[in-house]
């Protein structure tokens, strides 16, 4: 499903295209033959939405919003593809999204930077973990003789790799900063 952004008394114009199970291009289909399903900000939306025929399996779909919201919309045809195609619509005076257009559900800033960082990757360091050991490892101050290492943190406040070295310089990291 895509997301597109419009403006109010605006028509909304989408194509589809419709195939049989074997992707051949299927003509001839009417309005009424699909299930259209429109909602605004979460509620169905009585707003007329109209399915015409384009040519070789091409079919427009559109509709006019005549307040600004969250609008997503559904088509459906019984018997052939798409068996439900999905689009969603940020309409608003201006044709503009500002902040305070997005509705309550999509998260914040901090709380989607909040996900990232905490992610776990593979099954033992969080993304935050990971790139602290990558800054120190890559560019942090070093220390350590032959057979073994230290990599400080960027800012130089912490251990972030300690590990042991072999005769052949292969590491073997031992503990890791947090």
Do not use: C
């Given at each position: 499903?895509?997301?597109?952004?419009?403006?109010?008394?605006?028509q909304?114009?989408s194509e589809?295209?419709?195939?049989?199970?074997?992707?051949?291009?299927?003509?001839?289909l009417?309005?009424?033959?699909?299930?259209?399903r429109?909602?605004?900000?979460?509620a169905?939306?009585?707003?007329?939405?109209?399915?015409?025929?384009?040519?070789?399996g091409?079919?427009?779909?559109?509709?006019?919003?005549?307040?600004?919201?969250?609008?997503?919309?559904?088509?459906?045809?019984?018997?052939?593809?798409?068996?439900?195609?999905?689009e969603?619509?940020?309409v608003t005076?201006?044709?503009?999204?500002?902040?305070?257009?997005?509705?309550?559900?999509?998260?914040?800033?901090a709380?989607?930077?909040?996900?990232?960082?905490?992610?776990?990757?593979?099954s033992?360091?969080t993304?935050?973990?990971?790139?602290?050991?990558?800054?120190?490892a890559?560019?942090?101050?070093?220390?350590g003789g032959?057979?073994?290492?230290?990599?400080?943190d960027?800012?130089?406040?912490?251990?972030?790799?300690?590990?042991?070295?072999?005769t052949?310089g292969?590491?073997?990291?031992?503990s890791?900063?947090?």
């Amino acid at each position: 499903m895509s997301r597109s952004l419009s403006k109010v008394n605006v028509q909304i114009r989408s194509e589809i295209f419709v195939t049989d199970n074997a992707g051949v291009a299927i003509n001839g289909l009417v309005d009424g033959g699909f299930t259209k399903r429109l909602s605004k900000d979460g509620a169905n939306d009585t707003t007329t939405v109209t399915v015409t025929e384009i040519a070789n399996g091409r079919y427009t779909v559109t509709f006019t919003p005549t307040a600004t919201g969250f609008y997503e919309l559904d088509i459906i045809h019984a018997t052939y593809n798409p068996f439900g195609w999905s689009e969603s619509y940020d309409v608003t005076t201006d044709g503009i999204l500002a902040a305070s257009d997005i509705t309550s559900s999509v998260p914040s800033a901090a709380a989607i930077a909040s996900a990232v960082w905490s992610y776990v990757v593979g099954s033992v360091f969080t993304a935050k973990r990971y790139l602290k050991a990558i800054g120190a490892a890559v560019a942090g101050k070093t220390s350590g003789g032959p057979t073994g290492f230290t990599a400080r943190d960027l800012e130089d406040t912490q251990d972030q790799v300690v590990g042991t070295a072999d005769t052949s310089g292969n590491r073997t990291p031992t503990s890791y900063g947090n």
